[in-house]
């Protein structure tokens, strides 16, 4: 006999992630300007759990990936 699970029986739990953009523009002219731009994507760091295996073997239910770490992205646009 194989044991079998219902669809629906196990569920990711909820993932809380904060994302944040900032972004400054200067004006020098009428024709230039910049434009500095600051994203922070998982600023709480959360390292919920993605997946898992399901594979019928002795790694059944281990981690296979969790969510991103913490990413900044620092950015300067010019306008002319």
């Keep these: 006999d194989v ?3 219902q669809t629906g029986t196990y ?3 909820n ?3 904060l994302d944040l953009s900032l972004k400054k523009e200067t004006s020098f002219s ?3 300007r910049i434009a500095l ?3 922070m994507f998982n600023l ?3 390292n919920a759990i993605q997946g898992r295996e399901i594979r019928l073997s ?3 239910g281990r981690v296979s990936s969790v ?3 913490r990413l900044l992205r620092l950015g300067l646009k010019a306008y002319f």
């Design 3 to 5: 044991a079998t699970v």
């Design 11 to 13: 569920q990711k739990p």
């Design 15 to 17: 993932v809380n992630m």
């Design 30 to 32: 009428d024709n230039y």
């Design 37 to 39: 731009h600051l994203d």
């Design 44 to 46: 709480n760091n959360s």
């Design 58 to 60: 002795n790694i059944y």
């Design 67 to 69: 969510l991103a770490p």
